[in-house]
């Protein structure tokens, strides 16, 4: 999950200023592929945060990892085979209109 040992969303996951996630920008090639996963139950907050948490936490690697090109997306597991796990996907460089 997205906590720290207080409970709490680490900041670093969710200031686009921070060291953390401009450094990732800078390692990540133009082309990468960042995928975060997270516990989120059906209303929208859970083990990895509230929904705000979970906005905010997207919002960040979206707004300091991805360009205009960039193609963000989300999937869900099956709630009755998982416990919730909400996968967020960005790809950094998009795909061809023809790869959609």
Do not use: H, W
Request: with cysteine.
């Amino acid at each position: 999950d997205a906590f720290d040992k207080s409970g709490k969303v680490p900041p670093v996951l969710v200031d686009g200023q921070g060291t953390f996630l401009q450094s990732l920008n800078k390692v990540l090639r133009p082309n990468a592929t960042v995928v975060l996963n997270l516990l989120v139950g059906m209303t929208g907050s859970g083990s990895s945060g509230t929904a705000q948490e979970i906005e905010d936490m997207v919002s960040a690697i979206a707004t300091t990892c991805c360009g205009d090109t960039s193609e963000i997306f989300t999937i869900r597991t099956p709630i009755n085979e998982s416990s919730g796990n909400q996968i967020y996907g960005f790809l950094k460089a998009g795909r061809e209109p023809t790869e959609r």
